[in-house]
């Protein structure tokens, strides 16, 4: 995808709570890009964790979204109502199956201006166990220039 998109402002926030352990919550503002292509949007942005630098692209379409990492992690992740799917998370240490059971799957733009959210809230299953139920929220608003 080649495509600058528009800069957006991105308010992410990740609540997981693991099988063996209590709620963790981690807040992030972040500057990104959004652009609509062929029926989807794509939400762009950079992360940098422990000096690794993740390029995530979340695809949002109707009933089903797509977090794609990149970078010093790869990961795919599909998240879908209607079933559960199959995705991989690759490191230097190996790559690891993933599947999620989704619950909820919700992205609400804002008609007429690029703001919105979206919101996701799943099991996260590796290499077949249970990791934790995790729940996504993404908020988005254009940069004004």
Request: aromatic share 10%.
């Amino acid at each position: 995808m080649q495509d600058v998109g528009t800069k957006v402002k991105i308010k992410l926030v990740s609540s997981i709570i693991p099988t063996d352990g209590e709620l963790e919550t981690y807040e992030m503002w972040l500057q990104g890009s959004y652009v609509e292509k062929a029926g989807s949007c794509y939400l762009r942005y950079e992360e940098v964790q422990e000096e690794a630098h993740i390029r995530t692209t979340v695809k949002l379409a109707n009933g089903q979204a797509f977090i794609l990492r990149g970078g010093d992690v790869n990961m795919r992740l599909p998240l879908n109502m209607e079933q559960k799917e199959n995705g991989h998370y690759e490191s230097v240490y190996g790559t690891l199956p993933l599947v999620t059971k989704t619950y909820a799957l919700a992205f609400e733009p804002n008609e007429g201006n690029i703001q919105g959210q979206f919101i996701a809230h799943y099991d996260l299953i590796v290499s077949g166990a249970v990791a934790g139920n995790y729940k996504l929220e993404i908020q988005y608003m254009e940069v004004q220039q």
